[in-house]
Nanobody
Framework: QVQLAESGGGLVQAGGSLRLSCAASGRAFPSSTTGWGWFRQAPGKEREFVAAISSRLSGSTTNYGGSVKGRFTISRDSANPTVYLQMVGLKPEDAAVYYC????????????WGQGTQVTVSS
């Protein structure tokens, strides 16, 4: 079983930056064929797609949700099964619990999810 653990959340002022990390552990994780995603959920709202990066084998293509495009950057560690979400220009509406997820190239839906990390943005 694969476990994902997010870190890096916290309280930041509007306009500030945070970098979230998500590390995978557990059974062998074929990073070359694993894609990653970041999602977020604010109280009373549905889960929202934030960013994704496809597997190395698929070209590490990145995609972003419309509300974060140009402000957030997803990337992966070159040596370890870890993905990052660099967030700049944070807005109060970015406040949410952020979850990372992972899936193999063969899967349609994300198979593994982390427990989430809270991001709070003060105005």
């Amino acid at each position: 079983q694969v476990q994902l653990a997010e870190s890096g959340g916290g309280l930041v002022q509007a306009g500030g930056s945070l970098r979230l990390s998500c590390a995978a552990s557990g059974r062998a994780f074929p990073s070359s064929t694993t894609g990653w995603g970041w999602f977020r959920q604010a109280p009373g709202k549905e889960r929202e797609f934030v960013a994704a990066i496809s597997s190395r084998l698929s070209g590490s293509t990145t995609n972003y949700g419309g509300s974060v495009k140009g402000r957030f950057t997803i990337s992966r560690d070159s040596a370890n099964p870890t993905v990052y979400l660099q967030m700049v220009g944070l807005k109060p509406e970015d406040a949410a619990v952020y979850y990372c997820a992972a899936k193999s190239d063969l899967a349609i839906n994300y198979q593994y999810w982390g427990q989430g990390t809270q991001v709070t943005v003060s105005s």
